[in-house]
């Protein structure tokens, strides 16, 4: 995983073109994230992290 400052995210994510490497990269950052924070809930399973970091419309 590539270190990004918050300009670096912001550039990739933001313009009328998206990185989708960026995007793959930041879904995982975020199931990471919601794993950590949701350790020991019975509701928090990987379908469920799935489910929560899944690309919107």
Do not use: H
């Amino acid at each position: 995983m590539t270190e990004r400052t918050n300009e670096d995210w912001l550039l990739s994510l933001g313009g009328t073109i998206t990185d989708e490497a960026a995007v793959a990269e930041l879904r995982e950052v975020l199931r990471r994230g919601l794993r950590r924070a949701l350790a020991g809930r019975a509701a928090a399973d990987d379908g469920f992290i799935e489910d929560m970091t899944q690309e919107g419309p």
